[in-house]
């Protein structure tokens, strides 16, 4: 087994999720690019690699049972085992977004993904994760996602009837994993990388990509007294 800390980042060829992956590369980290797209993902565990990082590419579609299976058994023929999982892949649909007239479809895809996937690729990974000695899973969340801040008077987070509320979804499912595995030495939470600019709102962020990976980051390398079952961004806790 390799002594290093090993990781897998989902989503991990672009945006902020490359930014988590090559964060995790700069700290002496073996990490999984989870990617659907070979050449994007090739293109990525390249650049990381010529960084100097120890990256490795998984092919991953969190949509999808049999490559989510795959993946987990190339990482455990691998190193037989994963530190940390970074659930960062993520779609987002229009915006503004107003429920009354939302496509449905639009729902199922984001759910199928935000949420969904989130737990597939936990489960698949849950029996690795067992055998580290200091498991973490960092869910890639948002404020927009948080239910306090929604309702908060004089916050205006826009209206978005399929993508908040896949985060808040996963917010819920976060805390109900934090739950079961209390007792346990694995330590989950959610993360809110901020308004970043990458191609899930046009590039109209106001935080760069590198920025956004600091909080998962953060996260990934928790202390074992660290935290579980939180919602968290760069200044600390977040309300759920």
Same mark, same amino acid.
């Given at each position: 087994?390799?002594?290093?800390?090993?990781?897998?980042?989902?989503?991990?060829?672009?945006?902020?999720?490359?930014?988590?992956?090559?964060?995790?590369?700069?700290?002496?980290?073996?990490?999984?690019?989870?990617?659907?797209?070979?050449?994007?993902?090739?293109?990525? !565990?390249?650049?990381?690699? =010529?960084?100097? +990082?120890?990256?490795?590419?998984? %092919?991953?579609?969190?949509? &999808?049972? $049999?490559? *989510?299976?795959?993946?987990?058994?190339?990482?455990?023929?691998?190193?037989?085992?994963?530190? !940390?999982?970074?659930?960062? =892949?993520?779609? +987002?649909?229009?915006?503004?977004? %107003?429920?009354?007239?939302? &496509?449905? $479809?639009? *729902?199922?895809?984001?759910?199928?993904?935000?949420?969904?996937?989130?737990?597939?690729?936990?489960?698949?990974?849950?029996?690795?994760?067992?055998?580290?000695?200091?498991?973490?899973?960092?869910?890639?969340?948002?404020?927009?996602?948080?239910?306090?801040?929604?309702?908060?008077?004089?916050?205006?987070?826009?209206?978005?009837?399929?993508?908040?509320?896949?985060?808040?979804?996963?917010?819920?499912?976060?805390?109900?994993?934090?739950?079961?595995?209390?007792?346990?030495?694995?330590?989950?939470?959610?993360?809110?990388?901020?308004?970043?600019?990458?191609?899930?709102?046009?590039?109209?962020?106001?935080?760069?990509?590198?920025?956004?990976?600091?909080?998962?980051?953060?996260?990934?390398?928790?202390?074992?007294?660290?935290?579980?079952?939180?919602?968290?961004?760069?200044?600390?806790?977040?309300?759920?």
């Amino acid at each position: 087994m390799s002594e290093k800390t090993i990781a897998l980042v989902t989503g991990a060829n672009k945006g902020i999720g490359y930014e988590i992956a090559a964060g995790l590369g700069a700290m002496g980290w073996s990490v999984g690019v989870g990617a659907r797209d070979e050449q994007r993902r090739m293109d990525a !565990v390249a650049k990381l690699r =010529a960084a100097g +990082a120890d990256a490795f590419g998984v %092919p991953l579609d969190v949509t &999808d049972d $049999e490559s *989510v299976t795959a993946a987990a058994q190339l990482i455990e023929e691998r190193a037989g085992r994963l530190d !940390v999982l970074v659930n960062n =892949a993520g779609v +987002a649909g229009g915006w503004p977004e %107003p429920p009354t007239t939302i &496509d449905l $479809e639009t *729902v199922r895809r984001l759910v199928e993904t935000n949420v969904i996937g989130v737990i597939r690729v936990t489960n698949a990974m849950l029996p690795l994760l067992r055998r580290s000695a200091h498991p973490r899973i960092v869910n890639q969340s948002s404020h927009i996602g948080s239910l306090a801040l929604q309702t908060t008077p004089g916050v205006d987070l826009g209206i978005s009837g399929a993508y908040a509320p896949t985060k808040t979804y996963l917010n819920a499912v976060t805390i109900q994993y934090a739950k079961e595995l209390s007792g346990t030495n694995i330590l989950i939470n959610s993360a809110c990388p901020g308004y970043v600019a990458t191609d899930l709102n046009g590039f109209r962020g106001t935080k760069t990509a590198e920025q956004g990976a600091v909080i998962a980051i953060r996260l990934a390398a928790l202390p074992d007294d660290g935290p579980t079952g939180q919602l968290f961004d760069d200044e600390g806790v977040v309300p759920w």
